[in-house]
């Protein structure tokens, strides 16, 4: 998949798996305010997976330290779609975010300890997210954007922080599961890639599963096809009625009348 179809399959899975407000799995029921915020959040972490290449999106927010770092990444884990396209990065990432919640600093003129590690997350994915789907047209006002909501959350809201190492588990898994959908698959046992049997039912087995141990279910074809463009249309009107049923429901009691 594409850096845009990631992003919107990210956020639909976050409404997919929050919203009480649209048909919806509502295995993870939050507020519709956590729901729209939690949508872009998760747009962005569903890009994470991508910073193991330095071509990717997320690889040019910060200039030349992006691609740098980008590369780096790529070099540690084995390249593209390899260490960062695992269960294991999953599972990782995710602890890694709740980790994150501990990283506080407490400031003189504030009432109470601010949760920095999550906010530094939060602005981060929302960055992402906001810039690759076009939100925002330059990397400043992306990352100005995310800082700003992250801030905002951290002061007047830490109680939003609760759901985001969910938020980036789910938009990280998504991703895997967009690129298992294209012919090149993902390594989903990394490290332990293990070849296919010769058949399986007496058909070949290496249309679902590639010698090199990668796992496809290759019904979009190659990144960026027409089919996957067509997938991304009805996602893109689910997340649009999702976040905006969340906005009017949590904007009612504030609003006149």
């Known amino acids: ?37 939690g949508a872009v959040v998760c747009a962005g972490a569903a890009l994470l ?22 590369g780096a990444i790529g070099k540690l884990t084995g390249g593209h779609r390899h260490g960062m396209h695992s269960l294991l990065a999953v599972a990782l990432i995710t602890l890694a975010t709740w980790g994150m919640s501990f990283v506080t600093w407490t400031f ?6 601010v949760q920095i590690g999550s906010a530094v997350v939060v602005a981060a994915c929302t960055t992402f997210g ?9 990397w400043f006002k992306a990352w100005l954007f995310g800082f700003v909501l992250a801030a905002a959350v951290a002061f007047f809201a830490p109680s939003e922080f609760a759901w985001l190492p969910v938020c980036i588990g789910v938009g990280y898994a998504v991703h895997l599961l967009g690129d298992m959908l294209t ?5 989903f046992l990394w490290p332990w890639n293990p070849k296919p049997p010769k058949s399986w ?35 893109t009107a689910y997340v649009l009625w999702g976040v905006g049923s969340s906005i009017v429901i949590a904007a009612r009691p504030v609003l006149p009348g």
């Open 49 to 70: 997976p991508d910073a193991d290449h330095h071509n990717a999106t997320i690889a040019h927010s910060v200039p030349v330290a992006g691609q740098v770092a980008a």
């Open 130 to 138: 906001v810039k690759v789907l076009k939100l925002a047209r330059s």
């Open 201 to 235: 039912r007496g058909k070949p087995i290496t249309t679902f599963w590639h010698e090199n141990g990668y796992i496809t279910v290759p019904i979009l074809g190659h990144a960026g096809s027409v089919r996957e463009w067509l997938l991304t249309l009805p996602m």
């Open 1 to 37: 998949m594409m850096g845009t179809s990631h992003a919107i399959s990210g956020a639909t899975a976050w409404v997919a798996v929050t919203a009480t407000a649209v048909p919806a799995l509502g295995l993870y029921p939050l507020t519709p305010s956590a729901v729209a915020l």
């Open 108 to 113: 003189a003129w504030w009432h109470q300890p």
């Open 183 to 187: 012919i090149e698959g993902v390594p």
